[in-house]
């Protein structure tokens, strides 16, 4: 019933207002906004409260200031902390009470005789409601991680009979702070509470903690990373997170709220190993226990044990041993619990089944059925594993831990979020659906960089109904207009989604077509170097074109910097301009410096002199993209809002090889470099044409017919509209050759992953011919998986022996859950070497013939 009632009350998130209501000025001009917070309210609200003055004094000059309840603009009710009778008036008066109570967090905003009431079933509620208030009057939630200025108004407006009534669609919602070494953390130390080395103070985490009220979040995992101070050591970290209604957690290798890799002192307690060292890790876990119970603003509790830094369990070593191991440690932490927090069934804890702990787990550990399952994406965005039909009846639910960035094999991607949007829509609905909503918590290395992805996972973990397949990119244009102005974001908006396109192809961090984590014996610190990308000159040549789009992209994102007021160019610059502006750099630099490796061949022939010419040419290329990613970045860090982001953009995390000076045949000076790019040596002003001769391709959205339930999903793919297709569900394409020949049919799939432990199956039929099965089931960490995530596609191919002149059927079907296809192309030359799919970009919808060129 509760979930019924949670469904409507979201889906009734906003109320039409009938023609014949009277607006309600709110700001007049003249008098401060004035504001009723309860005295005995939750400290949540009163943090909130400041908030919203400050946010007031942005927009009209004026701080809000406090009233009585009777006279105040806005009068803040805390249902929970409110008398029976106080209930019964505002029931009265039209608030959902009973509704209210019976949701997450929930809030509900109503004019009630001329007054704005906001009224939230918990402290977290009403602090969220109130800065609903913020968002009405123009204030992004980036307005101080993104110095998102807010417009200047001289008064603001609600009609009389506004009515908005919102509650979470998941219960704890956050973020971990990962991989923050060369991002948050020296920003913290090093320029905004300056401290020692590796402490993320306390004023950083008050920042952050805001930041998610604005989001509507609730829950953190710290920063918790080798050189970090750990956040219970952080005097007052802990009293930020209760004053602002924030619930601490830790990440799946820190039980109980321990950060090992700072918090165990083997000197002092001796090995980490529960068989022969339990009392010294009981006592550890225990003083932990004491030191939170009470805590306001909550604590999630994860249960299990790894080694120290996210290692293999100590003193175990066949699997019998260590399933035994970890059931003992999973039944001696509901004790300790018991002892130190309170009721174990009514303590939120989770359980993370990941790495080798799921095949444990898959062993048959016994989990207590009020232990939330925490499932995991393959650190890339696809979604690894989620609750089956029995795991989905538990009483503590299932979440969900996604990366928005990250670092290992085969590449890290910590530098700029780039994470397709219809992804992380794709991915985390078919999570909620599986009944993964009792909490979600995105992986960032820095949320300031993490920026729209971040607040679309989050807006998708307050309403799950906030978005859809279909409007996926309407919600990002949504996000550019209110972030830079309507005219800024409708013009942004087509070339942006293009940014996430090329993107999507390949990752900034993936250009360099090089890998993490690999043998040390053969490669240095275990890092491939840089190597000539998979671009061909197929198609038209699939370089310059990648080059071509890329220089569009940048070329309208300057056009549109050029419009921005004064006031909001450092947040054009940071959310904007720098990812597109560098990325387009990072790829000019990458990809000229093949193209003067490539004509560097080493070989002798008449023309090797001439070909110096376009050796230097593209050498001056190359080094200049790369001396543009630096003062690009020099920019974000040192004058971009008066420096008050130094230390926080580093263009080299970790010092990858794809992040290096490029490597060329020859290197060029200053001088020469300025000379060899103005002198006329090569064609300027040249756009590759995409050719198609030889081949039929479409991306999937272009069908002749679909199935019910096949869903077009926007900003997803290399088309931008990936189809996911239900169990069972098909697509169908007619097509025409125009003579009889072998070929070749290559099929590009989103590389998600069986969610169920089983398999991930499609088949193709080519004019009722036989279906012919394939699977894209890949074992994690194999060459096949990682070839997969660095595209962003996975592609089965399919030979076609005499194909016949004349009109074709092909038909796609899903043979079980999860199968999403991208692209297709129907090839004479089954031994072409190519990277993209030659399809001129999305198709704006289903439908259509396609003829072969």
Request: proline share 4%; glycine share 8%; aromatic share 10%.
């Given at each position: 019933?509760?979930?019924?009632?949670?469904?409507?009350?979201?889906?009734?998130?906003?109320?039409?207002?009938?023609?014949?209501?009277?607006?309600?000025?709110?700001?007049?001009?003249?008098?401060?906004?004035?504001?009723?917070?309860?005295?005995?309210?939750?400290?949540?609200?009163?943090?909130?409260?400041?908030?919203?003055?400050?946010?007031?004094?942005?927009?009209?000059?004026?701080?809000?200031?406090?009233?009585?309840?009777?006279?105040?603009?806005?009068?803040?009710?805390?249902?929970?902390?409110?008398?029976?009778?106080?209930?019964?008036?505002?029931?009265?008066?039209?608030?959902?009470?009973?509704?209210?109570?019976?949701?997450?967090?929930?809030?509900?905003?109503?004019?009630?005789?001329?007054?704005?009431?906001?009224?939230?079933?918990?402290?977290?509620?009403?602090?969220y409601g109130l800065l609903e208030m913020s968002r009405r009057a123009g204030v992004s939630p980036w307005i101080w991680w993104g110095d998102v200025a807010p417009q200047r108004r001289d008064r603001l407006t609600i009609d009389d009979a506004f009515r908005t009534t919102q509650g979470a669609s998941v219960e704890f919602r956050g973020i971990f702070i990962n991989d923050e070494?060369?991002?948050?953390?020296?920003?913290?130390?090093?320029?905004?509470?300056?401290?020692?080395?590796?402490?993320?103070?306390?004023?950083?985490?008050?920042?952050?903690?805001?930041?998610?009220?604005?989001?509507?979040?609730?829950?953190?995992?710290?920063?918790?990373?080798?050189?970090?101070?750990?956040?219970?050591?952080?005097?007052?970290?802990?009293?930020?997170?209760?004053?602002?209604?924030?619930?601490?957690?830790?990440?799946?290798?820190?039980?109980?709220?321990?950060?090992?890799?700072?918090?165990?002192?083997?000197?002092?307690?001796?090995?980490?190993?529960?068989?022969?060292?339990?009392?010294?890790?009981?006592?550890?876990?225990?003083?932990?226990?004491?030191?939170?119970?009470?805590?306001?603003?909550?604590?999630?509790?994860?249960?299990?044990?790894?080694?120290?830094?996210?290692?293999?369990?100590?003193?175990?070593?066949?699997?019998?041993?260590?399933?035994?191991?970890?059931?003992?440690?999973?039944?001696?932490?509901?004790?300790?619990?018991?002892?130190?927090?309170?009721?174990?069934?009514?303590?939120?804890?989770?359980?993370?089944?990941?790495?080798?702990?799921?095949?444990?787990?898959?062993?048959?550990?016994?989990?207590?059925?009020?232990?939330?399952?925490?499932?995991?994406?393959?650190?890339?965005?696809?979604?690894?594993?989620?609750?089956?039909?029995?795991?989905?009846?538990?009483?503590?639910?299932?979440?969900?831990?996604?990366?928005?960035?990250?670092?290992?094999?085969?590449?890290?991607?910590?530098?700029?979020?780039?994470?397709?949007?219809?992804?992380?829509?794709?991915?985390?609905?078919?999570?909620?659906?599986?009944?993964?909503?009792?909490?979600?918590?995105?992986?960032?290395?820095?949320?300031?960089?993490?920026?729209?992805?971040?607040?679309?996972?989050?807006?998708?973990?307050?309403?799950?109904?906030?978005?859809?397949?279909?409007?996926?990119?309407?919600?990002?244009?949504?996000?550019?207009?209110?972030?830079f102005g309507s005219t800024a974001g409708e013009a942004l908006w087509p070339s942006m989604c293009e940014f996430y396109r090329l993107c999507g192809e390949r990752r900034p961090e993936f250009m360099g077509w090089s890998q993490t984590e690999l043998d040390k014996r053969t490669y240095d610190r275990g890092l491939s170097p840089v190597r000539n990308t998979e671009f061909t000159?197929?198609?038209?040549?699939?370089?310059?074109?990648?080059?071509?789009?890329?220089?569009?992209?940048?070329?309208?994102?300057?056009?549109?910097?050029?419009?921005?007021?004064?006031?909001?160019?450092?947040?054009?610059?940071?959310?904007?301009?720098?990812?597109?502006?560098?990325?387009?750099?990072?790829?000019?630099?990458?990809?000229?410096?093949?193209?003067?490796?490539?004509?560097?061949?080493?070989?002798?022939?008449?023309?090797?002199?001439?070909?110096?010419?376009?050796?230097?040419?593209?050498?001056?290329?190359?080094?200049?993209?790369?001396?543009?990613?630096?003062?690009?970045?020099?920019?974000?860090?040192?004058?971009?809002?008066?420096?008050?982001?130094?230390?926080?953009?580093?263009?080299?995390?970790?010092?990858?090889?794809?992040?290096?000076?490029?490597?060329?045949?020859?290197?060029?000076?200053?001088?020469?470099?300025?000379?060899?790019?103005?002198?006329?040596?090569?064609?300027?002003?040249?756009?590759?044409?995409?050719?198609?001769?030889?081949?039929?391709?479409?991306?999937?959205?272009?069908?002749?017919?679909?199935?019910?339930?096949?869903?077009?999903?926007?900003?997803?793919?290399?088309?931008?509209?990936?189809?996911?297709?239900?169990?069972?569900?098909?697509?169908?394409?007619?097509?025409?050759?125009?003579?009889?020949?072998?070929?070749?049919?290559?099929?590009?799939?989103?590389?998600?992953?069986?969610?169920?432990?089983?398999?991930?199956?499609?088949?193709?039929?080519?004019?009722?011919?036989?279906?012919?099965?394939?699977?894209?089931?890949?074992?994690?960490?194999?060459?096949?998986?990682?070839?997969?995530?660095?595209?962003?596609?996975?592609?089965?191919?399919?030979?076609?022996?005499?194909?016949?002149?004349?009109?074709?059927?092909?038909?796609?079907?899903?043979?079980?859950?999860?199968?999403?296809?991208?692209?297709?192309?129907?090839?004479?030359?089954?031994?072409?070497?190519?990277?993209?799919?030659?399809?001129?970009?999305?198709?704006?919808?289903?439908?259509?013939?396609?003829?072969?060129?």
């Amino acid at each position: 019933m509760r979930r019924a009632i949670t469904l409507i009350a979201l889906a009734a998130a906003l109320v039409a207002t009938p023609a014949s209501a009277r607006e309600m000025l709110w700001y007049d001009g003249i008098h401060a906004v004035t504001l009723s917070v309860p005295k005995a309210a939750d400290p949540v609200v009163t943090v909130a409260a400041r908030m919203f003055a400050s946010d007031m004094k942005a927009v009209t000059g004026q701080s809000a200031v406090t009233a009585a309840p009777a006279e105040a603009t806005i009068r803040i009710v805390e249902l929970d902390r409110t008398a029976k009778t106080e209930r019964q008036k505002l029931a009265a008066d039209g608030v959902p009470v009973d509704s209210l109570l019976s949701m997450t967090d929930a809030f509900h905003i109503s004019v009630i005789n001329r007054q704005i009431v906001v009224v939230g079933a918990n402290g977290r509620g009403a602090a969220y409601g109130l800065l609903e208030m913020s968002r009405r009057a123009g204030v992004s939630p980036w307005i101080w991680w993104g110095d998102v200025a807010p417009q200047r108004r001289d008064r603001l407006t609600i009609d009389d009979a506004f009515r908005t009534t919102q509650g979470a669609s998941v219960e704890f919602r956050g973020i971990f702070i990962n991989d923050e070494d060369w991002s948050l953390r020296p920003w913290s130390y090093g320029t905004y509470e300056p401290a020692h080395f590796g402490i993320i103070g306390p004023k950083t985490y008050k920042k952050v903690f805001q930041l998610l009220l604005r989001l509507r979040a609730n829950t953190i995992w710290p920063a918790m990373h080798t050189g970090t101070q750990p956040f219970f050591l952080t005097p007052g970290a802990k009293a930020m997170a209760d004053s602002c209604g924030i619930v601490v957690g830790t990440s799946h290798c820190e039980p109980l709220l321990r950060n090992n890799v700072g918090e165990w002192d083997v000197r002092r307690r001796g090995p980490f190993n529960y068989i022969t060292n339990r009392k010294q890790v009981v006592d550890y876990w225990s003083e932990r226990l004491r030191e939170v119970r009470g805590s306001r603003g909550g604590n999630l509790l994860t249960i299990g044990m790894r080694g120290i830094h996210d290692g293999s369990m100590e003193g175990v070593r066949t699997m019998d041993e260590k399933q035994r191991a970890l059931q003992q440690v999973i039944d001696d932490q509901q004790q300790l619990i018991a002892r130190w927090i309170g009721h174990p069934e009514t303590t939120p804890q989770v359980f993370v089944p990941y790495k080798e702990v799921l095949e444990i787990y898959d062993r048959g550990l016994r989990v207590p059925d009020n232990v939330t399952l925490m499932w995991c994406d393959d650190n890339y965005g696809y979604m690894t594993r989620l609750s089956d039909s029995t795991e989905q009846k538990r009483r503590g639910g299932a979440g969900v831990y996604y990366h928005l960035s990250y670092w290992g094999r085969p590449h890290d991607y910590l530098w700029l979020t780039t994470t397709q949007p219809g992804l992380i829509y794709n991915e985390m609905r078919e999570a909620y659906d599986h009944n993964a909503r009792k909490l979600w918590i995105a992986n960032v290395h820095d949320p300031k960089v993490a920026g729209y992805d971040l607040e679309l996972f989050l807006d998708m973990a307050w309403n799950i109904n906030s978005v859809s397949a279909a409007t996926v990119a309407d919600h990002y244009r949504r996000w550019l207009c209110r972030q830079f102005g309507s005219t800024a974001g409708e013009a942004l908006w087509p070339s942006m989604c293009e940014f996430y396109r090329l993107c999507g192809e390949r990752r900034p961090e993936f250009m360099g077509w090089s890998q993490t984590e690999l043998d040390k014996r053969t490669y240095d610190r275990g890092l491939s170097p840089v190597r000539n990308t998979e671009f061909t000159a197929a198609f038209g040549d699939e370089l310059d074109r990648y080059l071509d789009r890329f220089a569009a992209v940048a070329a309208r994102v300057k056009a549109v910097a050029k419009t921005i007021p004064v006031e909001r160019q450092d947040a054009f610059f940071a959310a904007i301009e720098y990812p597109v502006l560098a990325a387009d750099a990072n790829a000019r630099k990458l990809l000229w410096a093949q193209k003067a490796r490539q004509a560097a061949n080493g070989s002798t022939t008449d023309g090797m002199f001439a070909a110096n010419t376009v050796i230097y040419h593209a050498c001056a290329e190359s080094q200049s993209a790369y001396q543009e990613i630096r003062r690009l970045t020099e920019y974000y860090n040192d004058r971009m809002t008066g420096g008050k982001w130094r230390r926080s953009m580093n263009m080299r995390p970790r010092d990858l090889p794809v992040f290096g000076a490029p490597v060329l045949p020859t290197l060029l000076t200053d001088d020469e470099v300025t000379y060899w790019l103005h002198r006329d040596t090569i064609a300027t002003g040249h756009h590759p044409i995409l050719l198609q001769r030889g081949v039929i391709a479409r991306n999937a959205a272009q069908w002749t017919t679909a199935d019910s339930g096949a869903r077009v999903v926007s900003m997803l793919g290399h088309s931008m509209e990936a189809v996911a297709l239900p169990k069972g569900g098909a697509l169908t394409y007619d097509f025409t050759t125009a003579d009889s020949a072998d070929a070749v049919l290559r099929i590009a799939l989103i590389p998600t992953q069986p969610n169920d432990n089983g398999d991930l199956r499609f088949s193709v039929s080519i004019d009722g011919a036989e279906p012919k099965i394939f699977s894209l089931k890949e074992k994690f960490r194999s060459e096949g998986w990682k070839q997969n995530v660095l595209r962003g596609q996975a592609v089965r191919t399919m030979a076609l022996s005499g194909l016949k002149a004349g009109l074709h059927r092909l038909v796609i079907r899903a043979i079980d859950n999860h199968v999403v296809v991208d692209q297709w192309m129907i090839d004479r030359d089954a031994t072409r070497k190519f990277y993209l799919f030659p399809v001129a970009g999305p198709s704006k919808g289903g439908g259509g013939k396609n003829t072969e060129k």
